[in-house]
Structures are given as structure tokens and as C-alpha cells.
């Protein structure tokens, strides 16, 4: 079955919000088979739902509609449904009983506002909305579905949950969707695609992929469609063996992982301790870890080096090392991430130098230029790396690198880029 | 004029991603007086592509779309545009040098897809991106603009912000809309919305106001449009100076200035330094203060001291602090604070500690509890706030608050919030 979700605010189309709902349902759908076609905002303005509402329905089967239905003067959602269909607006007791406890226990007076919530057009199935004031709306268009849903995000979620997954999953039988993701960090998109190009043309013809990039990190996604879940689980598994065969030192986890949460699993699982020494990244290969809930049992800090006088006096990076080759060097990063660790006393350290940009460059040693060292209790390696221009994207991408280094190195993978 | 914005990638609608260009697309239009009218999300598929980008020719003056312009298999949208128009696509010398460069300093070997890459539909006016190796597109259809970009969200940034955004201004002179943005800090929305309203409630009726909040910060957006830019400059120039009468505490900032931005420049204004402790934010204000550029002048780094022993042996907080009063705590937040401006000598120095939560908290000391203190030549002043139940949310929150108490420090605003 085909799916459209539509999102009804202005505050969408002027930028104020950044609409999460519809990801959140489009993900929800796809669990059970059902695949979401198209996602279209419209304002509060009648025409514009209506018209909306009929493309639609010329190309899905379920519509789910989001948003317009608080109690105030600019939402106009329930009233659009009631003219659509032709029918009246009429209160229905049970969603009364149940705004008059919600108002009582938290406000304690009901108005007419909160009563006229109360009020659903004559034709449809009202949802239970035990999170807030205003019902959900399910109407059968003939072989069409048409859901209606305001637009708070966690109401969305409970009478998703409870209500309309259960009833959509009971009328969707006849197709299985599965997905699988595997994180792929240090070879950019265009290479990779050129390394998988074999793999990519002989994968079964039920599975599609989908390259997802992020800085530092591409995401390749696969899905398998056909009505028997077994066998494409088998055909799922059996393309992850073949691209670990094809990339192995490239992947680096697997479905929703970050990171920075495959790092701290591997330290915690081997009760390992680290520590960074940040002078580029500036904080952010730290915040990255301690983002992470429970950080605080492998995790135990950082000094950001951001002047060469807190190398020399903090980290005891030799001053003529920073003399003779600069504080973006491999003899600067390798006493920087030797000093964290014996300072710190733990078993992993990172350390991180290099030019972020946009100043600070030379012809020696561009803007992006970046050395990135790991160190245990056998020793140091250290890289160097060459960024891009903006500054942002060069301080993450030194960052995802210097985690995915690290992931190499307690995984005993070889470190060549 | 009208635009919609049509995001094509089956990224989207599958749930994968949340769109976070056209909302920031949207806010950039607007603020050139260029309407949102429409969104749409399509999949990655010739024939979905070409009935949104006709739909939204019968309402929009201007159609943006992103996404789809990647190097791999499952990209279509340059072909689609090239079908559309019934045009080859043809090699761009300028667009290969740029991916040539961009590649060879990056990866070193150039790819017949990283050649692709520079062919674009014959009758378009290439946008250089600076960032990436995918040309935007600008098609002058009759009457109408499409415009193409990349879906990755720095790229579009940069495309709209230097080509694009400037462009569509000097089509759109017919209407003015003048913004000001005010940035708060230290109220939640719906106090301010109870302090604000008498001021709300006379704006003129040119103003329109929007409440827009992020973790730690509220910005406050006023819009006034019109045609005469020197009557609506007036207009919002009265309101800035009322509220700043109202809240004036409370306001932190203006415009598109960050609050690290602000306590940048005023660190650089007055030629003194800044140096951190952070415990419970991990890195996450180091990391906010190095991105802004320039950065290096004034801060001269942190020690994230994660776990006691690092408190201890690096920044000297006493033992006994800790063992009787919690590293949750006045005494040791003070001694934090006070211990890395001395050891790295700077004029001032900020710390936290906090419990960031899912665990670790106790009925006397709830998870978001967190103090926060900053020091300088005159002393010591700490505060304790009570924050939320989300991780993320209360590292960002106390960092948000930690840079406002030393903008109010640095600006000898008293510290009582």
C-alpha cells in the first residue's frame, strides 16, 4: 500500500519548525510494509488542504494528515474535513468526558474553545488522543484512508502507536519491507561507489541501496521488498557478507550506531580507559564521547590544547619541536597524544592537530591539513590528513577519522587511511 | 513572489533523515520576502520528479529543489531536468577543474562519476559550489525559476548564501520584509510569552512576531513588511528599544549573532583570555567557543575532567570537597573554576559540573541539576540550575547558560539567573 503525509501549519513553511513528525511516521510505515510516496506542507488555508488532499488521493491509498487542530483561531483542519465531506459537526460525548478531565485536573475551567474540540465531522472514526485535547480523525473514503492528527509530535506518537499502526498493519498483509544499514567511514562517496561497483550491479533485484553521506561518515543503506520476510532476510545477509568481503577495514558499524557508541561499546566491553588531547578539534571529538549515556565509565577527559603555551606547559610538548616543525606536526601530535595518556593514566589516548581554517594556512600546510595520532601501551601511530576548506566540516571530519582510528586500532585493523 | 521547495531523495521518505533544508531554505526566503507556499517531498524517480515540479509551477514563481545530485547510481535528478527540458547534458570545463581540484587534493585519482559530475543539462546557468563536487542549476523557465542543489545541508547553505539568495533579491523588489531577531536567555517560552504580552499585544500591526526556541536560547523574530523600508525600519527599530526595556537582562544578542560569537568579540574587544573546566558538558563549550574562526586569539584551551581523579590530580580539587559535598556542588565547581585559570593563566575561566543524566541522579540532586561558575581578577561567582530530564538537551542548556553568565561577567551585568 501507498502512503501520503501531509503536514498542515504555516509554521513549516516559514522555517519557524523543523518538521520531525513526518520522518518519525514515514519510518513507522515502513516497518510495516506500507511505503510513503510523497510528503507535501501546505498552510492553514482551506484550498490549499483540499487541493492537497485530492492529488493524493490520486496516487496513495492511506493519507495521514498532520496538524491544524488546536483550539485556535488559525487552525482550520477539522472544519476543511466536515465541508470536503459534506457533512456537520457534531459533539461527541466521549471526546468531551475526556477534555474535561485533561482541563479540570490541569487548568481546571473549560471553555467554549476547549468544548468545540470536543466536535468531529459527522462521518468519521474518532481516534483516542490520551495525551492531549484534540481527537484523531479516521475516515473511509471508499477504498481510501484518510487520518487526521494534530501536529504535537508526542501526541502523534501515542495514537500512532496505539491506534493507527495496529489498524493499518491489520489491513496491510501482502508486503514486507526490511532494511539494513552499514556505516562506512574514511573513503568518500564517488570511490566508494567505484570499489562496490560489482557488488552494486549483482545485488538480487529485490534489494535496493542507497548511499546516505554525512561528514566524515556515508551510511549505505539496503532494502529488500517481497511479501516473504525470511527469505529476504537470508537475501539481506547474504549481500552484508559479500561487502564485508569486498570492505572490510572500511565498515564500521551497523543500523542506527554512531561512533562515538561503537567506540564506547568497544571500550567498555574490553574495560578500557581514554583520553584526548585536543588542540584542532577544539572539544569536539570529546563532546562526541561524552554525548554518549554512561561515557563517564571509559571516558575520563580531555585537554584542549588550543595555545601552543597549554602543549608546552600542560601536555609537555617539547618547545623545540613546536619550533623546528610547528605545532601541526607528526612530532607535535605524537608527544600531544603520549602526554595525554600518561597524564591521564588511561589506556587509549587521541590527539588531534591541525589547521581548521579559513586562516592559518600556508603553501607548505594548507587550511584542512590535519594530523590525528592514537596511542596504547604499544605505541603510537599517528596520520596525516588533508580536509577540505570549511572549517565546521574539517573539525568533524578530523573528529569522525580520529574515532574511527581508534576503532581500527582495538579491533586490530590495519591504519592506513 | 511564491516559492516551493521540493526535496527529492527516498532518504526522506522512508524516515531516514529530517529535513532540515527547507526549513532553514524557508526561513531565508522569508526573510527576502519571498513566500513558502508549498512543500513537497518526492523519491528519487523521473516521473514523481517531473508531476511536482509541473504542480508547482501552477502556484510558485520560484521552485527550489534539493537533493539527488550525488555521484551514485541512485541519483536522477540532473537526467530528469535534462528529459525535461529535452536538453543533452554537457561537460563544463569550470565545474571539472573544480572537481578536479577538490579531488586530486582529497583523494588524488579523478573517477569517470567524479567526470560525470561536471556535466550539467545544456540550458542551465551552472551555481558554482565551493563546498562539494555537485554544480547547482539555475533553469530561467518563461516566467519561472527552478533551481537545483544538493541535498547536503552545508552545500545548500553555501550555494543560497553567496549565488542563489542574492540573486532571487534583486528579482524581488516589489515587496520589503525587514527582520530583527533578538536572542534571549535564561526565561522558558512561556514565561517570556507572559512577560512579553503587554508588549505583544501593542505591536503595530506591520510587526509580526515569532517565538523561536532552541535548547538554552529563545530568539524572538520580528517581521515587518510593507513597501516603504525606511517607515518599517522605524517601526521594529521603537519595538527593539521597548523590549530591551521590558527584558532587558534577559536579551543576550541580535540577528544571526551566536552566543558564542558574542562572548568572542567581546573577549577580542578587550584583549583578555578564556580558559574552561568542564565536567558535565564534556568538551561541548570548548567545542561551541573553537567554532568560531579566529577562536585561537583569545582561548587558550580546557581540561575536561570527566571522571574525580582527573578533578583531583589535574585541576587540585580537594578530595575531602568531593567526598563530603559530591562532585555536584558548590565547593567543587568553585574549586574547578578557580583551578584551571590558575593553571592555565587566563584572565577568565568557566566551569560545570552537572549530572547530564539518563542516570546518576538522586532525589536530593535530580538528574539536570547543575552548577555553574566562572571566575575572573575580582573572584568567584556560581550558580545552580535545575535543568531537564534529556542528556543532550541539558548538555547544550548549560552550556548555552554557562557562555550567557560570562557575557553578563565580561559586561558587569549582575548574575541572578
Known sequence: MKAEIITIGDEILIG???????AWIANELNLIGIDVVRKTSVSDNKDEIIKAIDYAKSTSDIILLTGGLGPTNDDYTKETLAEYYKVELIENAEVLKHIS????????????????????????IVIHNSVGTAPGMWFNDRNKIIISMPGVPFEVKEMMTTTILPKLKNLNTDSVIIHKIILTQGIPESRLAEVLESWENNLPREIKLAYLPSPGLIKLRLSARGNNKAYLQDLIDEQVTKIQQVIPDTICGYDSELLEEIVGNLLLKTGKTLSIAESCTGGYI?????????????????????????????????????????????????EMVTGIRRIYNTDYSIATSGISGPAGGSIEKPVGTTWIAIADKNGVISMKYTFGDHRGRNIARASLTALNMLQKRINGIKIDF
Not at 519557524?16 to 513526518?22: E, G, K, L, M, R
Request: aromatic share 4%; net charge positive.
Open 101 to 124: 478531565q485533561l482541563i479540570t485536573k490541569n487548568v481546571g475551567v473549560l471553555n467554549q474553545r476547549n468544548i468545540d474540540q470536543a466536535k468531529v465531522p459527522a462521518n468519521c
Open 16 to 22: 519557524q519548525i523543523i518538521d520531525t513528525n513526518s
Open 286 to 334: 570529546s563532546q562526541l564521547i561524552t554525548s554518549i549515556p554512561g561515557s563517564s565509565a571509559y571516558f575520563k577527559g580531555s585537554i584542549v590544547a588550543y595555545s601552543n603555551e597549554i602543549k608546552e606547559n600542560i601536555l609537555n610538548v617539547s618547545k623545540s619541536n613546536i619550533d623546528i616543525y610547528g605545532a601541526v606536526s607528526k612530532q607535535v601530535v605524537e
